[in-house]
């Protein structure tokens, strides 16, 4: 319990302390993304450059804070959107019931069974530099797992007796639905949304990387640690090091908090069975 | 199990190449443009017209979806853009080398994974098992091009032990010696992406199965730790785990990919890379239907594997 | 008629890792074990009676403490290291019939791996195959019968397994742990039988189990009775005397549980054995029984002890 706690709050600090430094520092700069100053190219870290500079002289203080921004930003939307999408198909795959059900989990299994990646890629070479179409190649591989658990949060809930009684007393199935199911199904969409976000964000850092996500003078996790490739080759190894630790730092944070929420949720569910 | 997923198996390749020809139909990308390169800017209406009526890319996408799936099936794969090299020879090429460093990855990260995971479940508490949990979470959290790139600086470039990048020095013969030692780091790295999960995991199951009845009475029987570990208590764990490997199989494609980009390992995934930057239409479909096809294949393996290994599922039939 | 295993005053504590409390799983438990001679171990489910077999051989979790004294020959079981218990005791001279037979066997391997595995590494020297043939034979089982995997044996045939597991390293002492549980009447007899020869061979044998009616139907079964009681042995005896003539309430109470003694419940549940406190604990179940001298004290009379005075004999 103390433990869970513990990294609760752990989690929730260092991601508060990331958010604000890829909120404030950007807007505080001020700096265009294509400003370039070649006469400040690769230098190390210093007093006036504290992560150092990249091959076109921008900051990397700013530039990694920037890159967070974004990759978290992405990550929030396609999580979102995957955990809606999810939540969505699950829910009405319950209440369809049959010949759909059956077809929806079939669906779901074929998802899973490709490379969440190579769709990614596939996407994503076709519409390239598209932010949405990089979203959507994260939500549209990423929601398989929510469904399920709505699905069999739904479906464990129709058996319960207090629906059963709802129903017998005449409620409409909008009534049940709202009243019963929404609250019990809410939870555990949350969860599953930030158990969604360190995938999300590496996903996008993924494409970025390999050169088909954002454009690379947008700043993102991806597109830094892409530069940091070539930068690396000349020593700049604080190219790799300050965006990689942005990236792992917010999937740690990120991952806490998801955990320890998992952990949360499951509690209430363990004490109903035992009784 | 293993008839259901080869039931789901040919669904699913249909799903994903009529997925890809749709999405591509739906795409600002124009395959002309693709043909012609270049050309495409000069080549006037009327002759982008005639090209386009030639190759058929005027049609719906379903037609010339039916005639992609009509020349697979007769074995004729089209022909890749981005290497100028017919799909078929860029796969016979590039695939034996993606096996190597997939296999080799794969059975290093096993090894480990039992030896580590055995290791610290049986010696629980011990300073291996307080150190692998944690040291697991973190690699975890690590992407696998992150940790390429680091092996890379520190490695390659810091220490300069190892080649960074290809199959061989640049101008060298190809000789095995020289592919052993541009496969240590791939490799390597690959392993490591993979081993945090497959470690954490033998653990876990190897903690269930110290605690269980059959393992208590080996115990009680005087049997010497060794024979209670391995011959009790891994047999039982060991089954989960085959099934995890199985299912992992995407996530080896999604590190393969990484790691060969960022090596420059002459590889399937790189060209996967490739053929989507150049937006190489033939070879793109071909290579997501076979690496579809190639993940399915796997997880099939790994269901077979279990009902081998599992008296107790060969007998249900 | 010679003792095997001497145990004297053993106590079981766990300590639970909540409030600090404290299972009082055995208290003050003496016992001896004669070759020839089966000593069964009688209670109510709950009453610390499988972890007294799990204590003799060590096989307790890391949160329970053990006292008292269990010498077998020369060597007090509860105060030898580890590494005799693994090479030398466990197996070769004290054996484990564990509860639940199917459950106890490796399920990925057949009943003969794993009898010849144990006779390779508890007989250096023996033909494994010949020993594990010549134990199945002596337990009642074909010698194909081994080629079965666990889940292809019947409940009879694995308990066979079990049983011949633990002979094979033909040890002194047998624990036969709830070796009845779950199992139809016949299986029980021939179970109970199969342990009767055990102990004809020369062993002592503990037949640990719930089941008085078996006993009392198959009277050769055990030549000794113990009574347990919230972690106390109540009464011990001969069997015959004992069963005949109960000196302590509980074992009247329990006979009478029976459907030769007229189904009488017994009243009242067993206590939780958490926090126990000390003095006589089923008198606390049936403050009616009659007075009692709080349970502490051991009143013997020839080969028969009980725990507190026998009802009538006067107030406490």
């Not at chain 3, 564990?98 to 391997?109: E, F, G, I, N, Y």
């Not at chain 3, 009898?115 to 089982?141: F, K, M, S």
């Not at chain 3, 020869?197 to 055990?222: F, K, S």
């Amino acid at each position: 319990m103390a433990e869970r706690r513990g990294r609760l709050v752990a989690g929730v600090v260092l991601l508060a302390l990331l958010v604000g430094y890829a909120v404030v520092v950007p807007w505080a700069a001020g700096v265009d993304d294509r400003v370039t100053d070649f006469a400040a190219a690769r230098q190390g870290p210093s007093p006036a450059h504290p992560f150092g500079t990249d091959s076109a002289g921008r900051d990397l203080f700013v530039r990694t804070a920037a890159g967070l921004r974004v990759s978290l930003l992405v990550a929030v939307v396609c999580a979102v959107l995957s955990t809606v999408l999810g939540a969505l198909v699950g829910a009405l795959s319950a209440a369809a019931g049959g010949w759909a059900d059956r077809l929806v989990m079939r669906l779901v299994d074929g998802v899973n069974a490709v490379p969440h990646l190579l769709l990614g890629i596939v996407l994503v070479a076709l519409y390239r530099g598209s932010l949405v179409a990089i979203i959507a190649s994260i939500a549209l591989t990423h929601w398989t797992q929510v469904a399920r658990i709505v699905r069999a949060e739904v479906l464990s809930l129709r058996d319960r007796e207090h629906v059963d009684a709802a129903v017998l007393a005449g409620a409409g199935r909008w009534w049940v639905t709202r009243r019963h199911l929404l609250p019990a199904v809410l939870p555990q969409a949350l969860v599953a949304a930030t158990l969604l976000l360190p995938h999300a964000v590496w996903h996008e850092s993924t494409l970025s990387f390999l050169g088909l996500g954002l454009p690379p003078h947008r700043a993102s996790l991806g597109t830094l640690l892409e530069e940091a490739r070539s930068s690396l080759l000349l020593g700049g190894w604080w190219t790799l090091v300050f965006p990689a630790l942005g990236l792992v730092l917010a999937t740690l944070a990120v991952a806490a908090v998801g955990s320890a929420l998992r952990d949360r949720a499951a509690l209430p569910r363990r004490a109903v069975v035992e009784l | 199990m293993a008839a259901r997923r080869l039931l789901l198996a040919l669904p699913v390749l249909l799903g994903v190449s009529v997925a890809v020809f749709a999405a591509a139909a739906a795409s600002p990308f124009d395959p002309l443009a693709g043909y012609l390169g270049d050309r495409y800017l000069t080549a006037g209406q009327e002759v982008q017209d005639r090209i386009a009526g030639e190759l058929g890319t005027d049609r719906a996408w379903w037609v010339q979806y039916g005639w992609w799936l009509g020349e697979l099936l007769t074995g004729d794969l089209g022909t890749s853009r981005s290497y100028a090299q017919p799909v078929a020879q860029v796969v016979a090429e590039r695939l034996p080398w993606t096996l190597l460093l997939v296999g080799v990855a794969l059975a290093l990260a096993v090894v480990l994974a039992l030896l580590l995971g055995t290791w610290s479940a049986h010696r629980r508490g011990g300073w291996v098992d307080r150190l692998v949990t944690p040291v697991c979470l973190l690699v975890q959290a690590v992407p696998p091009f992150v940790v390429a790139l680091g092996a890379v600086s520190v490695f390659g470039l810091a220490l300069g032990w190892l080649p960074v990048a290809g199959l061989t020095d640049a101008g060298a013969e190809l000789s095995a010696g020289q592919v052993a030692r541009h496969l240590v780091l791939p490799a390597a790295v690959l392993a490591v992406s993979q081993l945090p999960w497959l470690l954490l995991n033998v653990r876990e199951s190897l903690l269930r199965a110290l605690a269980e009845d059959h393992v208590v009475a080996a115990r009680a029987r005087g049997l010497s730790e060794r024979t209670v570990v391995l011959r009790h208590a891994l047999p039982t764990a060991l089954l989960p785990f085959v099934t995890l490997v199985g299912a992992r199989l995407p996530e080896l494609v999604v590190g393969a990919v990484l790691v060969e980009e960022v090596f420059s390992w002459p590889g399937l995934a790189q060209a996967v890379v490739t053929s989507a930057v150049e937006v190489d239409f033939p070879l793109l479909a071909f290579l997501t239907l076979l690496t579809t096809a190639a993940v399915l294949l796997g997880s099939l393996l790994a269901d077979v594997a279990y009902v081998l290994l599992d008296p107790r599922v060969s007998a249900d039939g | 008629m010679s003792t095997a295993l001497a145990v004297s005053g053993l106590t079981v504590r766990f300590e639970l890792p909540r409030r600090g409390s404290r299972v009082h799983a055995a208290t003050d438990v003496s016992f001896d074990l004669r070759r020839g001679r089966v000593l069964a171990l009688v209670g109510e489910s709950g009453c610390g009676k499988s972890v007294l077999a799990s204590a003799l051989l060590r096989l307790l979790p890391g949160n329970a403490t053990v006292t008292g004294r269990a010498l077998l020959g020369e060597l007090d079981l509860l105060a030898a290291p580890g590494r005799v218990l693994r090479g030398e005791v466990r197996g070769r001279r004290v054996a484990l019939v564990p509860q639940s037979a199917a459950t106890a066997l490796t399920p990925v391997r057949t009943a003969r791996a794993q009898l010849e595995e144990t006779v390779r590494e508890l007989v250096p020297g023996a033909d494994p195959r010949g020993r594990a043939d010549e134990l199945a034979h002596r337990v009642g089982l074909q010698p194909g019968d081994l080629d079965r995997y666990p889940h292809q044996l019947s409940g009879g045939m694995a308990q066979r397994v079990v049983v011949a597991l633990a002979l094979a390293g033909d040890p002194e002492v047998v624990l036969a742990d709830e070796p009845t549980a779950g199992l139809d009447r016949p299986l029980v007899d021939r179970t109970l039988g199969l342990l009767r020869e055990v102990a004809d061979g020369g062993r002592a044998v503990l037949l640990i189990t719930h089941d008085l009616g078996a006993l009392l139907r198959t009277p050769a079964a055990a030549d000794d009775l113990a009574v347990m009681y919230a972690g106390r042995l109540l009464e011990t005896g001969p069997a015959r005397e004992v069963l005949a003539a109960p000196a302590h309430d509980y074992t009247r109470d329990l006979l009478g549980a029976l459907p030769s003694g007229g189904l009488v419940p017994v009243p009242g549940a067993p206590p939780s054995l958490t926090d126990l406190p000390d003095g006589c604990a089923y008198h606390r179940r049936r403050p009616d029984a009659g007075p009692c001298d709080g349970g502490d004290v051991v009143h013997r009379s020839g080969d028969r002890a009980t725990r507190c005075r026998p009802a009538g004999a006067g107030p406490c």
